[in-house]
């Protein structure tokens, strides 16, 4: 009597068309090939995405479901296979921007396409190429979309195409967005926070849109601002770049998640299908991107993390359809892909070569001083963009005058303009703020923090104060104001 095979085995032959193993954190995942193109993708295996592979092709050979006990006891087995045969462990697994080398500059900067052919990018010191293979560990979640395959193209036509796109008031507004793309292709980080501030109309949102786009594209590329830790944690398990939309105000609890996530995060999970009590500990970096309206105030400990470029608003006869721009986009967007492998290559031959620099955020400013012969800039324009002046604007050190003796200001522009006196670029109010917009980092060098406020009636205030324990406040008398300066009359008479 032939006795046909049991659900449990009938799985175990599916199952062992991939290979179990484990992730640094102890996380069970199963290497599958993928049949039409040779190439290979990884699952978790206590995953929505297995259960339906598995299922899948189940029923494809039996036609019939196995039961929820079988299933069960095969993710119990596969997970003991990986955790008990010690060259099945501690296999890396990336979500779009993976690393090979364990050197502090890595040996090769890993993009994965996430398309049909499971191909990804392989960047090196000796340029870059498209390549398959199962030595590249990637992880997708459902959102995930496809990268056009990069081609090589001279550099100057395709980052002037992305740049023609987008609404950038300077040069250096320019710099910080090449920087922070390239940020955002290095696997480890620190990353730096990129902040598109402006008014209405003025194509903050179309850029984050395009700047996302270009490395890690998405079902859903810009979402609301996240209300708690547990739903920024949830966004950043399933995407590499974090992109919010239109903050006008965070959390109480948002503004130290961004920073942490920027720098590194841990957090824990606990897995589907799992009833075990412990939960797998995870750390995550990931780059971010946000779009704020004109009058949010960037917390300190952002700003100090973060590229803010300020776009000015798009005049009605300078305004042009998205299906244009989307057009003229997709046309340049495999040369701009390109154009982007070869910065990175570029930065990693030449990094060993760079002396460390100091300053705010080193890890991008060395990076993006690295790629910059194929940024078309030079060191200093690339120090520039990053906020790292010789000299700061002289308002700077006029509002640390005016803050000797006291802890805070608060008012409007033009009441700040009759104290401070006009300098240069900032003989009317709305120069003023401009002035001070721009003048951000200096003054946060200096130990003074910006805002901008909207009354309930409409009115707009600034308000200047000095952090505590950072510049040192001189104490006076009531009603004393300070002393002027002994005129040469009264210097020659003593």
């Not at 154009?339 to 400013?365: M, N, Q, W, Y």
């Not at 401009?434 to 910006?450: H, K, P, T, W, Y």
Request: proline share 11%; charged share 20%.
């Amino acid at each position: 009597m032939i006795h046909s095979p049991s659900p449990l085995a009938r799985l175990l032959k599916i199952a062992q068309r991939g290979e179990p193993f484990t992730a640094p954190d102890g996380q069970a995942f199963i290497r599958l090939r993928d049949a039409s193109t040779n190439g290979f993708f990884v699952l978790p295996v206590r995953s929505p995405a297995f259960r339906e592979w598995l299922f899948y092709h189940y029923f494809d050979a039996f036609a019939c479901l196995p039961s929820p006990f079988a299933f069960h006891v095969l993710l119990h087995h596969l997970e003991a296979q990986a955790r008990h045969l010690d060259d099945h462990q501690g296999f890396a697994v990336w979500r779009r921007v993976g690393v090979r080398g364990t050197d502090p500059i890595p040996q090769q900067i890993l993009l994965d396409l996430a398309n049909s052919g499971r191909r990804f990018i392989e960047i090196s010191a000796d340029g870059w190429k498209v390549t398959s293979g199962e030595n590249a560990l990637f992880q997708t979640s459902r959102s995930t979309l496809p990268l056009p395959e990069p081609v090589a193209a001279k550099r100057g036509p395709a980052f002037a195409a992305l740049r023609s796109c987008l609404n950038l008031p300077s040069h250096p507004a320019w710099l910080r967005c090449l920087a922070w793309l390239l940020s955002a292709l290095r696997p480890s980080g620190p990353f730096p926070i990129l902040i598109l501030q402006g008014p209405p109309s003025s194509g903050k949102t179309f850029a984050a849109r395009v700047l996302r786009s270009l490395i890690d594209p998405s079902a859903s590329p810009l979402t609301p601002v996240p209300g708690t830790v547990r739903d920024l944690l949830a966004a950043a398990r399933q995407n590499w770049i974090l992109a919010f939309d239109h903050i006008s105000t965070l959390p109480p609890q948002l503004p130290d998640a961004l920073c942490r996530l920027s720098s590194g995060l841990g957090a824990s999970l606990r897995e589907t299908y799992h009833a075990e009590p412990e939960p797998l500990q995870q750390y995550h970096r990931r780059p971010v991107l946000l779009t704020a309206t004109e009058n949010w105030s960037c917390p300190p400990e952002i700003a100090e993390r973060s590229f803010t470029i300020h776009l000015p608003p798009l005049p009605p006869e300078k305004r042009r359809t998205e299906t244009d721009l989307l057009r003229n986009l997709q046309q340049a967007f495999p040369a701009i892909l390109g154009s982007l492998c070869f910065a990175v290559s570029t930065a990693l031959r030449r990094l060993p070569k760079i002396e460390p620099p100091s300053g705010r955020l080193p890890d991008a400013l060395a990076f993006a001083i690295a790629a910059s012969p194929s940024l078309d800039a030079d060191e200093d324009e690339i120090r520039d963009a990053f906020g790292i002046m010789p000299t700061p604007h002289p308002v700077v050190p006029a509002v640390l005058h005016l803050l000797r003796y006291h802890n805070q200001w608060s008012g409007t522009a033009s009441e700040l303009l009759e104290l401070l006196g006009p300098l240069p670029g900032c003989q009317t109010p709305k120069g003023l703020s401009q002035q001070l917009r721009r003048s951000f980092f200096a003054l946060a060098d200096s130990g003074i923090q910006l805002r901008f406020h909207r009354r309930h009636q409409g009115v707009r205030t600034v308000e200047l104060r000095i952090l505590p324990g950072v510049v040192p406040v001189k104490k006076r008398k009531p009603n004393a104001s300070p002393k002027p300066k002994p005129s040469s009359e009264t210097s020659e008479a003593k």
